[in-house]
């Protein structure tokens, strides 16, 4: 750990506990506001209450902040200027994964130490967009590459820990056992999950413009696998390149989402609906502050947002609105979804994986509203399967190796067929 992040860390707990004073101070201003507003002869005492209410409170936050600033500095004394970084250690990367996906747009603006960035790993350590360092960390790299996107909270990490944690014999993660099989060579994205879904998918694309740029061979096809939020990810990332004339967007050919909220997750629509519940009473107005404070990562997946226009120049805390429109696949790429339910219908159509329930990650909904255009071969349920399985389960990678045998079978009739066409 750096001395910056002891120093960003106790900024992190001081901020936490001044937000715990400041709740204690609301939740007791909307009681004596419930009060106050039965006695209007009360008027002078509330106006002594309430400024002296507000003096003790801003001591009392004042205080819990330097408190945990100066223990920090005390043990940023004792740390190496050079020591391995917090994002480079598997458990706390795990830590910060959570944090940026609960509060990831907060910690770039006000700590942005602790912000993970959009980046390419390999081997626990990010890898540099240009040739030479490209060449280094990918001395195998093939034509074909598979880019693997996490999901909210997530790192790079879960794709490989879940697939060690399966109760199988072959512990390999879907990136190994694409590059062992059919010759793709994986490549894991790590980002700040708590950032909107298109400031992240503009991002990808531009890294990924970047990566077919310096990749040590003639890039032929990229396969884009997101599982969860990843997903929309991906699709945003997509999107942009193509709007924006990318070359990586030329070679993009499969999409797979697994387990993404493409029409929105259930959970998150109960908190949107709890905080605009809560916020209409003055005793519990506080409560709501703290849930509305979820991280806009979160709150795009009330409706699986994926492009800028979903949510800008709107109430992010609006009541269950649906602003979301629609946006096309790319036109040389196909789609698939992976979704699972925890056990067989009904149950499992009312639980879904826990997270996200089949007609969204179908995109099919239940008959009204927006629908993904996925075709009616692109899609496949799994039963008994939870939303973190989906990481590296090997029913999963066997359907993602069939859709991609297929296609690549299928490539060869074609340019036959094409080449023997008589030309007019």
Known sequence: MRRTEVQALGQLAGEALAQGGALVEQLHTGIAERAFSHTPAAAPVRLVHDGVARAVYAGVRGALRGA??????????????????????PRAAFALGALNGFYGDRVSRQIPELALGMEIRRHGAAVELEPGPLSDAFPDASERIAVFVHGLCETDDAWRLVARRAERSDHRSYGA?????????????????????????????????RLVEGWPVPCREIVLVGHSMGGLVARSACHYGERDGMAFASAVRHVFCLGTPHLGADLEKG???????????????????????????????????????????????????????????????HYYFIGATLSP?????????????????????????????????????????????????????????????AAQSERPALRAASSSRPVR
Request: hydrophobic share 40%; glycine share 10%; aromatic share 6%.
């Open 271 to 333: 908190a949107n609906a709890l905080a605009w519940a809560l916020a209409r009473v003055p005793e519990t107005r506080a409560l709501a502050g703290v849930l509305n404070a979820r991280s806009a990562g979160i709150k795009d997946l009330r409706y699986g947002s994926c492009v800028e226009e979903d949510w800008c120049d709107c109430d992010p805390d609006e009541f269950l609105r649906d602003r979301c429109r629609e946006t096309p696949f790319l036109p040389d790429a």
């Open 177 to 209: 056992r694409l590059r062992d099989d059919l010759g793709y060579t994986p490549v894991y994205v790590r980002y700040n999950t708590g950032l909107h879904v298109s400031d992240n998918g503009r991002s990808l694309a531009a890294m990924l413009e």
């Open 68 to 89: 945990a600033l100066a223990g920090a500095q005390f043990a940023s004394r004792q740390a190496p200027c050079d020591g391995a970084p917090l994002s480079a250690q």
């Open 345 to 405: 219908a009904p149950l499992g159509r009312l639980l879904g994986d826990l997270l996200v329930r089949m007609p969204s990650a179908s995109g099919r909904g239940n008959g009204r509203g927006r629908r993904i255009p996925f075709e009616v071969d692109h899609g496949h349920e799994l039963a008994g399967v939870n939303h973190l399985e989906l990481l590296g389960h090997p029913a999963v990678y066997e359907q993602l190796a069939r859709w991609l045998t």
